[in-house]
DNA sequence: CAAATGACAGGTA
DNA sequence: GTACCTGCCATTT
């Protein structure tokens, strides 16, 4: 299982900060977070910090306590999607279900696995497109 | 050290 | 539009 280190403590923490500031009822996808964070070719591993975001969040908060400015609780994960706005298939299809009634729920249009509304403008830095 | 594994992405057929 | 295929890279086996 994926870890905590002192090596990818930052790439953890900024991936977990930025997903916090996507605002409801738009998403964004792996790919863009990965560039928000300055690690363009970690993509897979912004699907790894969310998948194991409940584990790896409460080892942040052990190191750093009042720094960590986020709570698995509060971590809208949903609001990630795959390129092309794909709800990313898992081996248990338990957390896509989760996903795709989440987003629904917060407004966002999702059909035949996959966000519909491309409304992603105007949430961080500059306009970011996909 | 080599091989396999992923909530990924982009290109090609 | 869909289906593969390849590149990617941290982790695990």
């Given at each position: 299982?994926?870890?905590?280190?002192?090596?990818?403590?930052?790439?953890?923490?900024?991936v977990?900060?930025?997903?916090?500031?996507?605002?409801?009822g738009?998403?964004?996808?792996y790919?863009?977070v990965a560039?928000?964070?300055?690690?363009?070719?970690?993509?897979?591993?912004?699907?790894s910090?969310?998948?194991?975001?409940?584990?790896?969040?409460?080892?942040l908060?052990?190191?750093?306590g009042?720094?960590?400015?986020?709570?698995?609780?509060?971590?809208?994960?949903?609001r990630?999607?795959?390129?092309?706005?794909?709800?990313?298939?898992?081996?248990?299809?338990h957390?896509e279900l989760?996903?795709?009634?989440?987003?629904?729920?917060e407004?966002?249009?999702?059909?035949?696995?996959?966000v519909?509304?491309?409304?992603?403008?105007?949430?961080?830095?500059?306009?970011?497109?996909?």
């Amino acid at each position: 299982m994926v870890k905590i280190t002192e090596d990818n403590k930052g790439f953890y923490d900024a991936v977990y900060s930025v997903v916090m500031l996507i605002p409801k009822g738009k998403v964004t996808t792996y790919g863009h977070v990965a560039e928000l964070v300055h690690r363009p070719a970690n993509s897979r591993q912004v699907g790894s910090a969310l998948k194991h975001s409940h584990l790896l969040i409460s080892q942040l908060a052990a190191m750093d306590g009042d720094s960590v400015s986020y709570s698995y609780q509060g971590l809208p994960w949903q609001r990630v999607v795959g390129s092309g706005g794909k709800i990313s298939p898992r081996s248990d299809s338990h957390g896509e279900l989760e996903q795709v009634t989440r987003l629904r729920q917060e407004g966002v249009e999702v059909s035949e696995a996959r966000v519909v509304s491309l409304d992603r403008y105007g949430w961080f830095p500059d306009e970011v497109s996909w």
